[in-house]
């Protein structure tokens, strides 16, 4: 990302919101307006009424009201802002994991529209998009002083409609650019898998409102495997962030006690803190954990904790830096405000925000091979991708030997994945000559 206060922001196209540090809140309360405000509250009206008469062209007012108060929101911070109900309602189905859309996370970084990151197997994955690239135009219209949310509107679309984006990427000199088709995208938070016998993989994509309990069912399907697990790595890589109560309740799986993130506002109500439970943990064996400048919000939270707390090992590159609480705040028509209404802090008291995570390990990433999927856009159509083609005696088994395959290639393809296995397999060989020189 998004981290949300329900207690999530950042824009994730749906596109929604980033990273969110979300929090969703019940019914907005209004507090009595101050006798000073009743001043500016006059001139915006009469600004209104002038408008609305000597405008060259007949305007809408519930339009203008809108861009009023989007003005408003903007001129806070990036992450704040007013969400139609349409949009009110794509952010609820985000949380979910199933959303519309292209399938990134984008936000404001000095003054352009830039990528969060890409959620992996959507779209805008597919086709190239990546984190730090700055959008310029959609659809030939200069992304220049627009907002989150008159990008999501621009971004979002039909399920099969396309969408021409212009991008400025650092180090490319000239613009690229993408047509993407849009689609539905449904996002699988955990993916899991052994690395080598006793080691293991998870990838965690999102921070949706099953995360905890998928990435509970992961470590215990692993730990059923021959070998157990003596050594975890969790990529936390491009993922953008969600919920804050999923940040907690993932980190917490890994820690048996002491503090996780605490939040700082204006309000009593929003400083909190949240602390581990004994409870559920899973604390013998370490882990490795890869971040990158994709990984925001929640993701920073999770790293932040259990590298104040040395329970991990991070690895990789120095993260987003999403320090903020976003609250959802409902109204009376099914709108609502996205505000920022908090700082959060890791257990030692680290602001994240604008900085970021330093990994203990500061390793870039080696290019992936993209040779595969070439070849396969090489081949085109073939029997095997048609629907019903005729099953091949030997095809389970080559299809398991390419599984097996691609496992390997992901490992010489992915440098911060293989090191972090082999921090851990050293890790394990440390661990066994301690042991045995202090029997």
């Given at each position: 990302m998004r981290l949300i206060s329900s207690h999530r922001s950042f824009v994730i196209l749906l596109l929604f919101c980033?990273?969110?540090?979300?929090?969703?809140?019940?019914?907005?309360?209004?507090?009595?307006?101050?006798?000073?405000?009743?001043?500016?509250?006059e001139t915006f009206t009469n600004i209104l009424a002038i408008v609305r008469k000597n405008y060259v062209d007949e305007v809408n007012t519930k339009e203008l009201m809108t861009g009023a108060i989007n003005g408003m929101l903007n001129s806070m911070d990036p992450h704040s802002g007013y969400l139609t109900p349409e949009l009110y309602k794509e952010l609820q189905m985000d949380t979910q994991g199933r959303f519309g859309g292209l399938g990134i996370e984008i936000t404001i970084r000095n003054g352009m529209l830039t990528v969060v990151s890409p959620i992996e197997d959507t779209p805008a994955f597919r086709a190239g998009i990546k984190a730090g690239d700055q959008i310029l135009k959609i659809d030939d219209e200069f992304t220049k002083d627009m907002n989150l949310m008159q990008?999501?509107?621009?971004?979002?679309?039909?399920?099969?409609?396309?969408?021409?984006?212009?991008?400025?990427?650092?180090?490319?000199?000239?613009?690229l650019n993408f047509s993407i088709v849009r689609d539905t995208i449904r996002v699988q938070s955990v993916r899991?898998?052994?690395?080598?016998?006793?080691?293991?993989?998870?990838?965690?994509?999102?921070?949706?409102?099953?995360?905890?309990?998928?990435?509970?069912?992961?470590?215990?399907?692993?730990?059923?495997?021959?070998?157990?697990?003596?050594?975890?790595?969790?990529?936390?890589?491009?993922?953008?962030?969600?919920?804050?109560?999923?940040?907690?309740?993932?980190?917490?799986?890994?820690?048996?006690?002491?503090?996780?993130?605490?939040?700082?506002?204006?309000?009593?109500?929003?400083?909190?803190?949240?602390?581990?439970?004994?409870?559920g943990s899973w604390t013998e064996f370490p882990i490795v954990v890869l971040v990158n400048g994709g990984s925001a919000s929640a993701s920073e939270i999770v790293a932040g904790a259990l590298q104040d707390h040395k329970r991990a090992v991070i690895l990789?590159?120095?993260?987003?830096?999403?320090?903020?609480?976003?609250?959802?705040?409902?109204?009376?028509?099914?709108?609502?405000?996205?505000?920022?209404?908090?700082?959060?802090?890791?257990?030692?008291?680290?602001?994240?925000?604008?900085?970021?995570?330093?990994?203990?390990?500061?390793?870039?990433?080696?290019p992936v091979q993209e040779a595969r999927a070439e070849e396969k856009k090489r081949l085109?159509?073939?029997?095997?991708?048609?629907?019903?083609?005729?099953?091949n005696q030997q095809e389970q088994k080559e299809k398991e030997k390419q599984a097996q395959q691609e496992k390997e290639e992901s490992l010489e393809n992915d440098g911060q994945l293989k090191r972090a296995l082999e921090l851990l397999k050293g890790w394990d060989v440390f661990k066994q000559l301690v042991q045995k020189k202090a029997g």
């Open positions: 980033l990273g969110l540090g979300l929090f969703f809140s019940g019914q907005a309360k209004v507090a009595a307006v101050p006798r000073e405000d009743y001043e500016s509250l990008a999501v509107k621009k971004m979002r679309g039909l399920k099969g409609s396309k969408l021409n984006l212009s991008i400025k990427r650092e180090g490319v000199p000239d613009l899991s898998r052994v690395l080598e016998e006793g080691y293991a993989y998870i990838r965690l994509a999102q921070f949706q409102e099953r995360s905890d309990r998928d990435l509970q069912k992961a470590l215990e399907k692993l730990s059923s495997e021959k070998g157990g697990v003596k050594g975890l790595v969790l990529d936390l890589r491009n993922n953008p962030g969600g919920l804050l109560t999923q940040a907690v309740r993932v980190a917490d799986l890994f820690l048996d006690s002491g503090m996780i993130v605490y939040t700082e506002g204006r309000l009593e109500s929003q400083k909190q803190k949240y602390f581990a439970r004994k409870e990789g590159t120095k993260t987003f830096g999403k320090g903020s609480v976003q609250t959802i705040l409902p109204l009376d028509d099914n709108s609502a405000l996205r505000l920022t209404t908090a700082r959060y802090f890791t257990p030692k008291g680290r602001s994240i925000q604008a900085t970021g995570i330093v990994p203990d390990i500061v390793l870039e990433n080696v085109g159509l073939r029997e095997e991708n048609l629907p019903g083609h005729l099953q």
